[in-house]
């Protein structure tokens, strides 16, 4: 039987992510494998995969912190906002100076309104937009709200008639780095696209814990399912008794963690759930436990 956990890759450029999760599904031997967060083909780095149980933390992975690193090209603007796309647009960026791009990108720092690209998965009227958007149409996405808590230049590069500049970005899940360098080369009113984008942090998990897929050829390397949820959420130990209840579908009188999910263990380290708590009471968001012991 295959055993549960996660795979950190360092996804590489080109591959989608559905591509990195059918190479994973090969190399575990099972179907049962997904991912958390979508990576574009153009970008690298950290890419959660899970395998058997480990496919029920996903959704709540996806909801962690990101950090990044890439590379925004002032003075052309793309269909895409990034490399992949067809440039639209072209504009002069000699005038533009470092303190105007810090200054820039110090206005989209914070809680933000970011309205997301064209050519992404969001739907619109049950269509995904980038399909319109190929089609030739141009899909109206709303504003989401999305927090940058920083996005920094770390070099500042003039190329000729363009500057690239080289950024680091931390922000909430749902934050689209294309979207980011669209806007900053709006505020400068010279247009700008993303050339190069790796993701260095998801939550707890960074590039230092990532493989390539050839190494994982080698070597599938599993973080554990318990060892996995306790580096990315709180911790609840819970008794036999406590542990048998969860596992039932029962519920647990809650201990003040709030709506966030916490991780459930069993006294040997088991991860039995993960727990939310409402109205008094924690009960499961989802079950891990194979087969509840008896109490006693």
């Not at 990195?20 to 995969?49: E, F, N, Q, S, W």
């Not at 002069?92 to 064209?118: H, W």
């Not at 590039?207 to 399912?225: C, D, H, K, M, S």
Request: hydrophobic share 40%.
């Amino acid at each position: 039987m295959t055993t549960s956990g996660l795979v950190i890759v360092d996804k590489p450029p080109v591959w989608t992510s559905h591509d990195v999760v059918a190479r994973i599904r090969k190399l575990a031997g099972t179907r049962r494998v997904g991912h958390a967060g979508t990576l574009d083909p153009m970008a690298t780095g950290v890419l959660i995969v899970g395998v058997e149980k480990a496919t029920r933390l996903l959704g709540h992975l996806a909801l962690t912190e990101k950090e990044y690193s890439g590379t925004i090209r002032l003075g052309q603007t793309t269909t895409s906002d990034d490399a992949d796309g067809d440039i639209t647009q072209r504009a002069p960026v000699k005038n533009v100076s470092d303190d105007r791009i810090r200054s820039a990108m110090d206005e989209l720092t914070g809680d933000i309104e970011q309205i997301p690209p064209g050519v992404s998965a969001i739907k619109v009227d049950g269509q995904r937009s980038y399909r319109l958007a190929r089609a030739g149409a141009t899909p109206e996405l709303s504003a989401r709200p999305v927090t940058v808590s920083e996005f920094a230049a770390e070099a500042i590069r003039p190329q000729g008639d363009l500057i690239d500049v080289d950024v680091r970005v931390r922000c909430s899940s749902g934050t689209y780095i294309r979207a980011l360098a669209r806007d900053l080369g709006t505020a400068l009113g010279v247009g700008g696209h993303l050339t190069a984008l790796r993701r260095t942090r998801v939550g707890p998990y960074d590039i230092g814990q990532a493989r390539t897929l050839e190494q994982l050829a080698e070597q599938l390397e599993l973080l554990p399912l318990a060892q996995a949820a306790a580096a990315a959420f709180p911790r609840r130990e819970l008794t036999a008794e406590e542990a048998q209840l969860i596992g039932h579908g029962g519920k647990l009188p809650a201990l003040g963690t709030g709506e966030k999910p916490v991780a459930a263990f069993d006294p040997d380290g088991s991860l039995v759930a993960l727990l939310t708590e409402a109205d008094g009471q924690a009960r499961s968001l989802a079950v891990f436990a194979a087969q509840a012991r008896a109490a006693g």
